[in-house]
């Protein structure tokens, strides 16, 4: 084989093993990829699961002004993240300024639902064990 078949054949087999290695438990336990900031990148790719007790819309950032078309039904969910923004409601009572990034169910990624749609949500504070973003 030609050095230029096997940089082929090797680049071939990586593409193929690459998908693998990430979703491969203990994948996680790798280094920590830092950013300028400190932050763990590779810590927002985790999910975390947590049960919503009502449908939830969606938002493009942490503030109420920036709303998708999307929703989050009750139910299980994943989430990846939590950080603080504007106050909401949920309606009945429960306020808070915490705020969870995830995909919501009418196909947008990467958006944020109020934590007081979680059932485990204290109001005024964080969703305990979710990494801030």
């Known amino acids: 084989m030609t050095r230029a078949g096997t940089l082929r054949a090797t680049a071939a087999a990586a593409a193929l093993a690459l998908p ?3 979703a491969a438990p203990g994948a ?9 900031d400190g932050h763990d990148v590779r810590a ?7 049960t919503t007790w009502r449908d939830a819309r969606s938002y493009w ?17 994943y989430f990846f993240c939590q950080t603080q923004g504007t106050a909401h409601s949920d309606g009945e009572g429960g306020l808070s300024t915490w705020w969870v ?8 990624r990467d958006v944020f639902v109020s934590a ?12 305990e064990g979710l990494p801030r973003c």
């Open 61 to 77: 950032s942490q503030d109420t002004r920036y709303a998708t078309t999307g929703w989050l039904w009750a139910g299980r969910h």
């Open 101 to 108: 990034l995830t995909d919501d169910d009418t196909g947008n």
């Open 116 to 127: 007081t749609a979680l059932r485990v949500s204290e109001p005024w504070k964080p969703v």
């Open 20 to 22: 693998l290695a990430l």
């Open 28 to 36: 996680a336990a790798a280094a920590p990829a830092d950013t300028s």
């Open 44 to 50: 927002l790719s985790v999910r975390h699961y947590y």
